[in-house]
C-alpha cells in the first residue's frame, strides 16, 4: 500500500490548515475584542433581552461546555446551558398544549 499523498490530497490537507489558522485568528481577534468591550463596562451586569438569550444558547449549545468554558465572557457556561434547557422546555410546553 502506498504511504505517500497524491498531490491533491497534500494541497487539500495545506488549505485546510489554513482555513483552521485563518478561523483560530478570528476568534482570537473576537476574545479580544470582547475583552476590551468588557473592560470598558467595568463592573455593570449586562441585562440581555430574551431574544439574546436564546441566541446565546443556541450557539453555547452546538459549542458545548469545554469550548464554552473557553470563549465564554459576559455569562458562564452552565447560565448559557441553563437557557438552553429552559428553551427546549418551553417548546415542549408549548408542543404540548
Same mark, same amino acid.
Given at each position: ?22 478561523? @483560530? ?44 468554558? @473557553? ?27
Amino acid at each position: 500500500m502506498k504511504t505517500f499523498l497524491k498531490s491533491w490530497q497534500l494541497l487539500l490537507l495545506i488549505l485546510a490548515g489554513w482555513i483552521n489558522h485563518r478561523q @483560530q485568528d478570528v476568534v482570537e481577534y473576537l476574545r479580544a475584542e470582547n475583552r476590551v468591550l468588557r473592560e470598558k463596562l467595568g463592573k455593570k451586569r449586562i441585562l440581555l433581552n430574551d431574544d439574546q438569550r436564546r441566541r446565546l444558547a443556541v450557539k453555547g449549545k452546538i459549542l458545548g461546555r469545554r469550548s464554552l468554558e @473557553q470563549l465564554a465572557t459576559i455569562v458562564s457556561p452552565d447560565t448559557i446551558l441553563r437557557w438552553h434547557r429552559e428553551l427546549v422546555t418551553a417548546k415542549w410546553t408549548v408542543a404540548i398544549l
